[in-house]
């Protein structure tokens, strides 16, 4: 697919998004940034307002107040113009199961008015792109996997070559292989368009994204990539040591030159009830791998068999960024967000 570089314009800038259901307050002051080429998670818990800001960026519903700018069109005062700009999957994607892959995507192409000679070439290509030519290219919608609906529901969203891509929930009930092929299928887009991916599969956003956006309570709570949302949110360092031999004298000598470790003893592990695993957390974010295992290795007594540190997840950043929100924001509490 042909990469459209003409627009200096970030793809996507929020400011001061707000949204109101009659008195719920879904959206509150949401600002953000995503320029082009990126791909970007949408992180937040069920009535985080997530929802709702992909639906104000698509076109599918207004904001009560605040700019919302897609290729640099105000979704406010030209609508249509920025929605041209715009692929989007679903989370529930409605597929009609009683037509073939390829007729539906002819009559999407239709819809978007996709010019007739291009028309063809372009399914083609989308569904060369998403694996679909060969083994579901004439088969019934209604027939195929939901791995293969989620491909369908992504060569639709991709058909008219947008500068992005929103796609909600990609992997959501999709086996371990289903969820590969959509990986690499998001890997193959990168750097075509810009894609904006909501999910609840940390793991995947992780492996997927650039950067990640993660609301909560109707607000934006965190933004950067996985690494700067660390540094920022985690600043604890989890350690596990698996050792035999005297497990009490190396806990004492733990908490004593360490007293920032907090310890937890684990069930025996590996060769005998002697082999043990400890956590150890520490409260400092310096790197304590090095001087852990120069004593635990020359302590009379203790075999140390194996040391690692565990890095903070991006499950440990949604958890530590939302909780903090929660605590800074009580009065924010009262209405359910959509």
């Known amino acids: 697919m042909e990469d459209k570089q003409d ?3 970030p793809s996507i800038e929020v400011e001061g998004l707000c949204k109101q259901y009659g008195p719920v307050t879904a959206l509150r002051d949401v600002s953000f940034r995503i320029e082009k080429g990126e791909v970007v998670g949408f992180l937040g ?13 698509c076109g599918l519903m207004p904001a009560t107040s605040g700019v919302a700018r897609v290729c640099g069109v105000s979704l406010a005062r030209d609508p249509l113009g920025a929605r041209r700009h715009i ?21 999407r192409g239709r819809l978007k008015n996709i010019p007739g000679r291009e028309l063809r070439r372009r399914v083609d290509e989308v569904m060369e792109l998403c694996d679909l030519k ?18 369908v529901g992504i060569a639709d969203a991709i058909l008219a070559r947008p500068e992005v891509a929103i796609l909600d929930e990609p992997t959501i009930g999709l ?13 193959e887009l990168r750097g075509k368009m810009t894609i904006v991916i909501s999910s609840h599969i940390l793991p995947e956003i992780e492996l997927s994204c650039d950067r990640v956006i993660i609301m909560n309570n109707g607000r934006v709570v965190a933004i950067g990539t996985p690494s700067q949302l660390r540094a920022e949110f985690v600043r604890e360092r989890a350690y596990r040591l698996e050792a035999a031999g005297d497990i009490e004298k190396l806990k004492t000598e733990l908490t004593t030159r360490f007293p920032q470790l907090r310890l937890s003893e684990g069930e025996p592990c ?19 791998s090095g001087e852990l295992l120069a004593m635990a290795a020359a302590l009379p007594g203790v075999r140390l068999h194996s040391l690692y540190r565990r890095e903070p997840t991006l499950e440990d950043v949604f958890l530590a960024a939302t909780v903090r929100n ?6 924010a509490r009262g209405g359910q967000k959509r």
């Not at 956590?279 to 304590?288: F, K, L, Q, T, V």
């Not at 929660?326 to 009065?331: F, G, R």
């Open 7 to 9: 627009n200096p314009a």
């Open 134 to 151: 060969r083994k579901a290219r004439r088969k019934l919608i209604g027939t195929l996997s939901k791995g293969y609906r989620q491909r």
């Open 45 to 57: 818990p069920n009535g985080a307002g997530k929802t709702s800001t992909l639906r104000i960026l």
């Open 326 to 331: 929660w605590e800074a924001a009580p009065e």
């Open 87 to 107: 692929g989007y999957m679903p989370e529930s994607n409605p597929l009609p199961e009683e037509m073939r892959v390829v007729e539906y995507l002819r009559l």
């Open 270 to 288: 590996g060769d005998g009830v002697e082999h043990r695993h400890i956590e150890a957390i520490s409260s400092d974010g310096a790197d304590m």
């Open 175 to 187: 086996d371990p292989h289903q969820v590969l092929t959509i990986r690499r299928l998001l890997a």
